[in-house]
Nanobody, 118 residues
Framework: QVQLVESGGGLVQPGGSLRLSCAAS???????????MGWYRQAPGKERELVAT???????NTADSVKGRFTISRDNAKNTVYLQMNNLKPEDTAVYYCNGRWSTQVYWGQGTQVTVSS
């Protein structure tokens, strides 16, 4: 079993920055043993969408809508994945979810709210 806990969400003005954290724990919770870790988001009335992923080998993939503004990274020693979000826009407002895949199992965190508003 793996537990993923997100933190770092909140209210920020347009143009501001936030850093989300996703701490993994559990008997199989080493991020280095995952196939990938990722961030998704879901805005009200919209489907959940991919934001960014990082593979076991460290390769990253970022959605076009946030490319150049958001960066996914990880700290293996802390068993934590981060999403650095810069130049935030109102359309980035959503619940952000961390997920990860270990073998055939996919786990999700509970989500953290990000609101971009003046």
């Amino acid at each position: 079993q793996v537990q993923l806990v997100e933190s770092g969400g909140g209210l920020v003005q347009p143009g501001g920055s936030l850093r989300l954290s996703c701490a993994a724990s559990g008997t199989s919770g080493s991020i280095l043993s995952s196939n990938y870790m990722g961030w998704y988001r879901q805005a009200p009335g919209k489907e959940r969408e991919l934001v960014a992923t990082i593979s076991r080998g460290g390769f990253t993939n970022t959605a076009d809508s946030v490319k150049g503004r958001f960066t996914i990274s990880r700290d293996n020693a802390k068993n934590t994945v981060y999403l650095q979000m810069n130049n935030l826009k109102p359309e980035d407002t959503a619940v952000y979810y961390c997920n990860g895949r270990w073998s055939t199992q996919v786990y999700w965190g509970q989500g953290t709210q990000v609101t971009v508003s003046s």
